[in-house]
């Protein structure tokens, strides 16, 4: 049984570029969520898609989006990035949307906007 | 809306000694699960429990336990005898379905790094 696992593990992007991270869930979780982690502070539920749609979201702009494909990954796109942005994005498989089999969280993703 | 407090920015023990991680809740839902996540300088978050909104018995697993109080609404993490290891920075979190909507999402509280000195 594998885990999650997200790339890259560190990336550094130039204000107003757009960014695509990419998480591979747990085997068998057909549902992702993503969250953001500022240094110091909690993560923070960014959206949650199940069966390819999205049917959740944070407080985070549309220039945040993601995608869920047929194969359990997943990807987080970030446009028109802010200084804001630079965070660790977590990326957290589970089955059925809900907490009953928990949430498995992988490393995440460090990114620096400079 | 959903909040969770975890009052204690950082706390440093010595190695053996017993540690308290602090936890207070918000919540209008009856149904929720509470966690409690480490997160070691890797960055991943390491599942330690997960509790029902129904089920205030306290949990014991090796040093570490749980103790769940809903008339506080409070969830407190208990290392005994810490080690070196245990260093970390602990998330309390806490899981609700947003208004009754189908899907669910974690809301943290702010962690509490635990320092462990040999």
Redesign the interface.
Known sequence: ETGVTQSPTHLIKTRGQQVTLRCSSQSGHNTV?W?QQAL??????IF?Y?REEE??R?NFPPRFSGLQFPNYSSELNVNALELDDSA?Y?C?SSLD???GT???????T?LTVV | AQKVTQAQTEISVVEKEDVTLDCVYETRDTTYYLFWYKQPPSGELVFLIRRNSFDEQNEISGRYSWNFQKSTSSFNFTITASQVVDSAVYFCALHTNAGGTSYGKLTFGQGTILTVHP
């Open positions: 969520s969250y110091g502070q909690g993560p923070q539920f949650q199940y049917n959740g944070g660790l977590l957290a949307q809900g907490p928990g949430y498995t969280f992988g490393s995440g460090r």
